[in-house]
């Protein structure tokens, strides 16, 4: 008692392949990044992202500034993005995240495009995005996707899949 805990500070969630986030087998409501009590420089990069409830829900009265999201692939599901007593999209990343970056991510079946902020890219469905082969686990983008090489640093937007395979071959 009397010894809080410090603020979490420079967290990296990049290149990362999530899948069943809230399948039934699993339980739970499905949310992808629930932050409570404020962070600081949080950046989640380069993920691809399959959950059935909201990607990215801030809870309480805390910010977290410096939050960057960019180059992402997640599903918008009923809610998307939405904090505690705030709307969908744009008004909760403001209210949240002071000084965020939300640029050139990929939103599946986001029914509120415009709620969100501009530079980034709304899939009308899984097979939309893509994906050379969901059913053998390969999240590769083709080349005839809409978001091959359309990253904010050239690259493809979502996990990188050989990078992905190189870094767990032994695991």
């Not at 409830?53 to 809610?79: D, E, K, Q």
């Not at 902020?117 to 059913?135: K, L, Q, R």
Request: charged residues 15%; neutral net charge; aromatic residues 12%.
């Amino acid at each position: 008692i009397g010894r809080p805990s410090q603020l979490t500070k420079r967290i990296l969630i990049k290149n990362n392949l999530w899948l069943d986030i809230g399948a039934t087998e699993w339980g739970g409501g499905g949310r992808w990044l629930l932050t409570a009590g404020g962070a600081e420089d949080i950046t989640v990069e380069h993920n691809t992202i399959f959950h059935t409830g909201t990607v990215l829900m801030p809870a309480g009265a805390s910010t977290s500034p410096r939050f960057i999201w960019r180059n992402n692939i997640a599903s918008h599901n009923l809610y998307g993005v939405l904090g505690e007593s705030s709307f969908v999209g744009a008004r909760t990343l403001a209210k949240f995240f002071p000084e965020y970056i939300y640029a050139k991510n990929v939103m599946i079946n986001n029914p509120y495009p415009t709620w969100y902020p501009p530079d980034n890219f709304n899939a009308a469905s899984v097979d939309a995005v893509g994906f050379t082969d969901i059913a053998t686990g390969n999240y590769t983008l083709t080349s005839s996707s809409p978001y091959k090489n359309a990253g904010t640093n050239g690259t493809d937007i979502g996990v990188d899949m050989s990078a992905l395979n190189t870094a767990t071959v032994c695991a």
